[in-house]
């Protein structure tokens, strides 16, 4: 590589921050019209993960895309960090991912040619942990940088899970601590303390790949993963069209550390504003919260966890299956017919 390069700089927005906004993508979405196909499982009609198409009565493929701007400077661990969050789709929908192609925006008169094959050695890094093989992939020349994944994986048809099957009285069991980017912020105006880009990356870069296994021991009646949405944002899709209500308890939330004082600093991600000006109508007892919890929970993630519904028996038996393993899950909050919509609790 020549001269050592920025690649934060390329774009004021990074990872899953630089998402579209939810009502620009709900508005561009309203009143699309799919011909009918018995075989389409999963769309975007329900705001799922990824989408899913049935090939037999034992066979379904699960395909997403996913690419964003640098999360961090470092080439190698911005293509394992874009790599694994593409992949997580696939483990949200209950799959297994079995191929990927690239997607590349490259600043050729910016950046030498290291670059992209560090990036790309990242992304192969996170796909062979998964089990999946890279491909192909499509390059084009741009001003902005950005790289991701098209991965394709497989279910059963009748094992897949979905965001919106919730029922009374389960228990929400989510696999990751939150704050990716309010820290990603931190780091890169260079006031993160030691040791947090570390763990920053290491969050953002690890796969939910052991969460997912884990989850397939137990009846998982709903999940998603976090993302750009934040926390109630994509509890928000898991809302729609679920006759029960959702409870979160904000204390219950696990954080990064440090995250907190970074958010009271002004470290917070422009998604978090919007993201909350987008779905606060949908959340009761909001105001309960200051204004930087609110923001937490709806601070755009990175490769975030899985969020899963389970009964409360299954929820914390799998949650000492994880931590046994080693994976920061935590039981976050409950789904009950008694409770309307989606109510906070500090």
């Not at 774009?11 to 921050?17: E, L, N, R, T, V």
């Not at 989408?51 to 009565?57: P, Q």
């Not at 970074?262 to 204004?291: C, M, V, W």
Request: aromatic share 6%; glycine share 10%; net charge negative.
């Amino acid at each position: 590589m020549k001269k050592e390069v920025q690649l934060t700089a390329f774009s004021k927005f990074a990872g899953c921050g630089a998402k579209v906004t939810p009502a620009m993508l709900d508005k561009a979405l309203c009143g699309l019209v799919q011909p009918y196909n018995p075989n389409v499982l999963s769309d975007f009609n329900h705001a799922e993960d990824a989408g899913v198409y049935k090939l037999s009565d034992d066979l379904a493929i699960v395909q997403t895309v996913d690419f964003f701007p640098p999360v961090c400077d470092d080439p190698f661990f911005f293509g394992k960090i874009a790599a694994t969050n593409a992949i997580s789709d696939i483990y949200a929908m209950g799959g297994v991912p079995i191929t990927a192609v690239s997607i590349v925006s490259f600043p050729e008169e910016k950046l030498d040619s290291s670059y992209l094959t560090k990036i790309l050695e990242g992304a192969l890094d996170a796909l062979k942990e998964s089990g999946a093989a890279l491909v192909g992939g499509h390059s084009i020349r741009d001003e902005q940088l950005t790289f991701g994944l098209c991965v394709v994986g497989t279910v059963h048809p009748k094992k897949m899970w979905s965001n919106n099957r919730a029922q009374d009285g389960d228990l929400l069991l989510f696999t990751k601590p939150l704050g990716s980017g309010i820290l990603q912020n931190a780091v890169k105006a260079q006031v993160a303390g030691e040791g947090d880009e570390e763990r920053l990356l290491k969050v953002m870069s690890t796969l939910n790949k052991d969460a997912a296994e884990i989850f397939k021991q137990f009846d998982v009646h709903a999940c998603t993963d976090v993302t750009g949405f934040g926390l109630l944002g994509h509890l928000s899709e898991m809302a729609i069209d679920n006759p029960n209500g959702f409870e979160i308890v904000m204390k219950d939330v696990p954080l990064m550390e440090g995250v907190r004082l970074y958010a009271e600093q002004g470290f917070i991600p422009g998604g978090s504003y919007t993201n909350r000006d987008h779905r606060k109508h949908l959340i009761s007892n909001l105001d309960e919260l200051d204004e930087t919890g609110q923001l937490l929970l709806f601070d755009p993630q990175t490769s975030g966890g899985l969020l899963a519904a389970l009964s409360a028996g299954e929820a914390h038996e799998a949650l000492k299956v994880m931590r046994k393993t080693g994976i920061e899950a935590a039981i976050i909050g409950r789904v009950s017919k008694e409770i309307e919509g989606i109510v906070v609790r500090v």
